[in-house]
């Protein structure tokens, strides 16, 4: 049971990217990183996101997932880490041959640590 | 290792229903779905529910799943996604051979997008 | 895939303790269980903690592993359940040979329920 759970926990924790790693490469140029929010919510609603966050909602992903680029690593989030929208978009993501992680902690994290957001207008 | 991913997302995502679907099926008249308030608090706590819950508190699964009905759908849910109380009720139902998820996002993600919920008298 | 679901659902389960299960120890002399707080903040931003816990944040636990007690069962816990504090802090605990789990519900569920804590002097 032991390795049954260090399996488990590896792998879970392999989906996921912290956030320190994302912001260290937020304002370089060629960042390999592209973040992308995959709330399915009107700007309105939205309010705000990340700062530079490129925004494709998880329930049209399937149909656009072939415009992004292989060269970037994509690092998914919602709302919170209590929804399965991130997780939903990771695997889209990843069976389509991306690079591929979801935020820890998602935006609730993010914004939690004060870290960098912009305002969306409508 | 993406292999790994891979499956862990998808075994990971099966546990779980989205709240569209459960909503579409809501005021239907022989519904798939019953909706299960698996919170361990009495109701002065809870204060209100998902509309037309069935409220069985976790540590009642247990000795209670044997009145439950085997050609309906169950979908488990508690306060938030964070706690682990969705998916004790989601195993007790499954070893019991009840078709049943967790509801994606818990009564936090429902209310927080409006819902229909009810209000519950004590 | 009800197998994959059941043996996924037993695995994650095994990783978490019930606060309940804590709480009955915590004032016993003997208590088996160590509360770890592996918040990644300093204690002018943490502010208050579970009532007795040790404070090893997550980035500093792999240099201070070796000093833990392989006698105790460590349980750790984040700000909440939706980062992924908890489960590094639990495979580092794991991998070194601990007996350790994760908090259900984290510090956010705990408080919650009111269950006693403690204020941290900066």
């Known amino acids: 049971m032991q390795t049954a759970k260090i399996d488990l926990l590896e792998t879970y924790l392999s989906l996921y990217i912290n956030h320190f790693e994302v912001l260290n490469h937020m304002d370089t140029k060629d960042s390999p990183y592209v973040i992308l929010d995959v709330r399915n919510a ?6 705000d996101q990340i700062k530079g966050a490129l925004a494709i909602p998880a ?3 399937p149909s656009k997932v072939n415009e992004l680029n292989k060269e970037k690593t994509y690092v998914a989030y919602d709302w919170t880490s209590g929804t399965i929208l991130g997780k939903q978009a990771l695997l889209i993501l990843l069976k389509a041959g991306f690079k591929a992680y979801e935020l820890g902690g ?3 994290g993010w914004k939690g640590m004060k ?3 912009e305002t969306l207008n409508e």
């Not at 009107?42 to 309010?47: D, F, I, L, Y």
């Open 59 to 61: 329930k049209d992903l």
């Open 106 to 108: 998602a935006l609730e």
């Open 42 to 47: 009107p700007s309105a609603v939205k309010k």
């Open 115 to 117: 870290l960098p957001i």
